[in-house]
Nanobody, 116 residues
């Protein structure tokens, strides 16, 4: 059974930090590119970051560049999203995504709320 399980979300004050984790199982993790996608209340999904299957290349949406860092641990089948200097506009449900060619898997999401 394919599973992507996100964790690490919560309530944090502006300027704070969170680290999201995504645990993958049931598929060949090392062969898939991984992404984080978020959805703010009342808005559509927004792609946030991606990392290649080998972990050698990352990309970020402009609004998080310099604040977020995505990593993957191929030995533990984990991906992380380290989020620093959080802003209220970072609030939303964060989803982990695995993609290879036309195959996509999604997690259930973890809520991040940035508020004072």
């Amino acid at each position: 059974e394919v599973q992507l399980v996100e964790s690490g979300g919560g309530l944090v004050q502006p300027g704070g930090s969170l680290r999201l984790s995504c645990a993958a199982s049931g598929f060949t993790f090392g062969s898939y590119d991984m992404s984080w996608v978020r959805q703010a209340p009342g808005k559509g999904p927004e792609w946030v970051s991606a990392i290649t299957s080998a972990g050698g290349s990352t990309n970020y949406v402009d609004s998080v560049k310099g604040r977020f860092t995505m990593l993957r641990d191929r030995t533990k089948n984990l991906v992380y999203l380290q989020m620093n200097s959080l802003k209220p506009e970072d609030t939303g449900v964060y989803y982990c995504n695995a993609e290879r060619n036309t195959i996509k898997y999604w997690g259930q999401g973890t809520q991040v709320t940035v508020s004072s």
